[in-house]
């Protein structure tokens, strides 16, 4: 099996770092991608499971687009929605009426859901959370787990980085997750301020096994939330339509106030959604925020061809199994080579690593393994899997697997700079 | 008054233990000190303390108040102490009045030195081997200052916080040289050179890139991406210890 290079993409590169700050930003940076110089930086073309770089290399997509990805790229179900709409009207004065329908979709969904209201991008609607949870109950802090990723907005990010004030967290209070008596603690000594708590449906930190609720706790939490008028924000944004149609909220059995949504909506198309429950609407009407393109047509059109689509054939269920075929599969080829290969989290969205390599740099080169024969692997972060992805992908990946292992097998790889 | 504390830790456990360090690698820094014998304590009111010896062209730097040396100097506080690495304060000899002329005629010489290469210019990096000391300097600088400032900075103790216990090493290729930081339940360590099985590595191209990291003229994200610099292992803990890195101009005025 040959491997990657990268020449065209490497003269790309150079180029964007004379223009864009980092050359790549955010969260598509190279400089995640451990190393660099066994990833594509620039997406050429894509179709279905897979991805083509400017070096003309084929990728079977692990990332989908970092989650955004969830029926295949270039879905036709979605694309020829979103073109009907196109021929329309997108982005104009007024809203258009797919608005309405993708609530009212939304709405009949997902039991957590009395209202929905659209915007862009997964921090858009977490704010606009937190501010109509602040506005609900005239009080100012905000409850969130250690690690939890909502966002870059100052709030959401850790003291220290660059950009964010020390003020910025002045009303933030992290607790570690599954730490019921952490949260009555901080009920306790800040009664009667604390605003909202918020949560990913399950905890997905960076560089660390996923970690599922302990049993109970979500209802704990929920009991505690309305002991105290604390409203309960669940940031479904990654992991939304990877569980369960109803919401990860109902996949789990709780019922949050207000849910956050996004990635997987429209298969790609920029739209992101909060929706709630019928006691926070008033709130939600009067507390302003918008956006300039939080209107467009064409998102809500393919989020609204998306979701009915990905109801039709329960597309979490397709993911959840295909998931677990392939990661059971890919534990057993570790095995054939000594490896214990530790999948956490669901397996429509898992969080792979080597055992017993703590530093996780076996775990990098054996993800940097993979990539360079086509198979998208990244050491970090959680993977997704698509209801597009094929048996042939999924058999083809197995093989890039075994080779990927056989190649990091009793090697001491160089450092490569 | 913790910034001037910080600052004080930094100015002598970051920047005045480099003098070993010049002595070794700058000739002219070895000449200076050539036949000095004498050791000089620094001893900070309600703040660190350090002992320098001078035997016949070597120079050793120990955290602390060790043996007997023939000078030491007392300040009322950081901040006294922050003054006079600036220039503007006078110390007060607790012991060997009959040093002060060295103090004040012939350590300022090696302190100059010092100084010559922690404030680089782009006139001064042109030359290879000004570059290949400051670089050494700045490495040391960075990590020995890193760890006072993940100790007692309240922002930089968040972000310290956030690291997972194990070493973090900086390498520069081919052949060094290298420090490192090793975080271990609550405490860090830092040292120069090599450490076996780190938790994170970060490896620099050459000298040249390095001290463009150093000097706060590289953009880290580019170099990684074009392959001037690798990370590799738990890169989190990277992220963070650059974020406190970030934060050392603020106490050394540069």
Known sequence: ?417 | MIESLVKANIHLYAVMRNLPDLVANDPVAARTVARWRIGIQFVVWRGPAATLAFDDGTCVFERGRHGRPELVLGFISPGHFNRMMDGKGIPLPLRGFKHLGFMRHEFPRIADRLAFFLKPTEAKLADSRYQAVNTRLALATAVFAARELALFDPVCRQIAGRIRDGAVLLNILPDGPAAHLIFSAGDITAGLGDIQRPMARIDFRDLSVANDFLNARLDLFSAIAGGDVAIRGLTPMITNLTLIFDRIPGYLGR
Not at chain 1, 88 to 95: I, Q
Not at chain 1, 96 to 106: G, H, I, R, Y
Not at chain 1, 215 to 244: M, P
């Open chain 1, 1 to 417: 099996m040959s491997t990657y290079r990268y020449p065209k993409r490497q003269e790309l590169f150079r180029r964007a770092a004379g223009v864009i700050p980092g050359g790549i930003y955010g969260h598509f940076s190279p400089a995640t991608l451990v190393p660099p110089s066994a990833y594509p930086f620039f997406t050429a073309r894509a179709e279905g499971a897979r991805f083509w770089d400017v070096d003309g290399n084929t990728f079977i997509d692990y990332m989908c687009a970092y989650g955004p990805m969830v029926m295949g790229y270039g879905a036709p179900h979605v694309e020829e929605a979103a073109e009907a709409q196109r021929r329309l009207a997108d982005c104009t004065t007024g809203a258009a009426p797919v608005m309405v329908d993708l609530a009212e979709l939304l709405v009949d969904m997902m039991p957590a859901a009395d209202w929905a209201f659209f915007a862009k991008n997964g921090a858009d609607v977490v704010n606009f959370a937190i501010m109509i949870a602040r506005d609900a109950t005239g009080r100012d802090k905000i409850v969130m787990i250690e690690g939890a990723y909502h966002g870059t907005t100052g709030w959401m990010q850790g003291p220290g980085h660059h950009g964010v004030i020390e003020a910025d967290q002045h009303q933030v209070i992290r607790i570690p997750w599954n730490d019921v008596p952490a949260f009555e603690a901080v009920l306790d000594r800040h009664h009667g301020d604390v605003a909202a708590f918020i949560s990913t449906p399950y905890h997905i930190p960076a560089f660390a096994d996923s970690q599922m609720p302990a049993e109970g706790y979500w209802e704990k939490i929920q009991a505690l939330c309305r002991r105290h008028n604390v409203v309960l924000i669940v940031d479904d944004i990654r992991h939304g339509f990877r569980l369960d149609m109803a919401g990860s909220s109902a996949y789990f059995g709780f019922s949050p106030d207000l849910t956050c949504l996004g990635n997987a909506m429209a298969n790609g198309y920029p739209i992101s959604a909060l929706v709630g429950c019928e006691a926070l609407k008033s709130t939600a009407a009067r507390v302003f925020h918008t956006g300039s393109y939080w209107f467009q047509a064409v998102p809500m059109a393919a989020a609204k061809a998306n979701l009915v689509k990905m109801g039709e054939i329960n597309a979490p269920q397709v993911m959840l199994t295909r998931g677990a075929l392939l990661f059971d599969a890919m534990v057993n080829i570790a095995t054939t080579y000594g490896y214990d290969l530790k999948v956490s989290g669901v397996p429509s969205m898992p969080y792979l690593r080597i055992a017993d390599d703590e530093s996780l740099m076996l775990h990098q080169d054996w993800c940097a393994e993979g990539t360079r024969r086509g198979a998208y692997f990244t050491p970090h972060h959680n993977w997704f899997i698509s209801a597009a992805h094929t048996d042939a992908d999924i058999q083809q990946t197995l093989e890039i697997v075994d080779e990927a292992f056989k190649a990091i097998k009793g090697k001491n790889l160089p450092i490569e700079c």
